[in-house]
């Protein structure tokens, strides 16, 4: 990501500005230290990882071998059909 001083930005600000509408983020940094990030005002916010977010609360079956199970019967056990 693009980090620009705080001089610069004012200096630039309008083409910085269409530059963040085109969803380029930047960050405006003074005496190398940043400071602010700029993005457009309807990028996605990032979202928390959700790996590991289940941890102990699904009961695995040790005895259940995936690699030896085809597609129908991998939708089955998310389905619940037989």
Request: net charge negative.
């Amino acid at each position: 990501m693009e980090v620009i001083n705080i001089h610069d930005a004012k200096t630039h600000l309008a083409k910085l500005v269409e530059k963040a509408a085109a969803g380029e983020s930047f960050v405006i940094a003074k005496a190398g230290k940043p400071l602010v990030k700029v993005t457009r005002v309807d990028a996605p916010e990032k979202t928390p990882s959700l790996l590991g977010c289940m941890r102990g609360e699904a009961i695995f079956d040790e005895n259940l071998d995936i690699k030896k199970l085809g597609a129908d019967e991998v939708v089955a056990l998310f389905e619940g059909s037989d």
